[in-house]
Structure formats: structure tokens, C-alpha cells
């Protein structure tokens, strides 16, 4: 079985920095790419950044030049470094992973990490 568990949300003021980690354990071949999600109360959940296997990325607008997304292949986990949040930015944050576990390719979600900008 493959896990995907994500820490590091929390309560921050306007203009913080939090460090969202999303770490994937279990029967892992290999992982394509990786991404956050986020879905605040009461709208869809939208892509927030999505990072593939070569190391490219793509981001929200809303929060480009504010945020950045990352990997540390040789520990399976996926980073969202937030700069300057915004109250906007409050959601639960899911990340996300297209897993190879030697059948199939599947994605996989975590639980969801909570992030609120509050003064």
C-alpha cells in the first residue's frame, strides 16, 4: 500500500512563511510527478503547484513569486516553501503522486494539512 502523509500546515500571520511536506511511503517503484493541491471552505479544490519528474514546474498564478515547490527523490517527499501568505491562502493543502508500484500507475492523495493566515 502506498501512503501519502503531509505536515507542516499550522496558524501564520499575513506576510509569513510556512513549509508544507508531503512524504509517500509504501511499494514504490517510482514516482512521476508530484503536486499541491488546496480547497478552501466553501470552493473547489484547485491546483495550487505541480512539480513532474524532471524537476519542471508549473504554479497557480495566484501564487507565483510567493511560492515554491520542490523534491528530495531519495526520501519520496514533495516541499511547498509559502512566502508573504495571503488571508486568501487559507485552505486544506492535499498533495498528490502518480505512483509506479510495480502493476500500475496510479495517483495517490494525502489526508490533507490545514494552513490558516489570520492576524
Request: aromatic share 10%.
Amino acid at each position: 500500500q502506498v501512503q501519502l502523509v503531509e505536515s507542516g500546515g499550522g496558524l501564520v500571520q499575513p506576510g509569513g512563511s510556512l513549509r508544507l511536506s508531503c512524504a509517500a511511503s509504501g511499494r514504490i517503484f517510482r514516482i512521476f510527478g508530484m503536486g499541491w493541491h488546496r480547497q478552501a471552505p466553501g470552493k473547489e479544490r484547485e491546483l495550487v503547484a505541480r512539480i513532474a519528474g524532471d524537476g519542471s514546474t508549473n504554479y497557480a498564478d495566484s501564487v507565483k513569486d510567493r511560492f515554491t515547490i520542490s523534491r528530495d527523490n531519495a526520501v519520496n517527499t514533495v516541499y511547498l516553501q509559502m512566502n508573504n501568505l495571503k488571508r486568501e491562502d487559507t485552505a486544506v493543502y492535499y498533495c498528490n503522486a502518480d505512483i509506479y508500484d510495480g502493476s500500475t500507475v496510479e495517483a495517490y492523495w494525502g489526508k490533507g494539512t490545514l494552513v490558516t493566515v489570520s492576524s
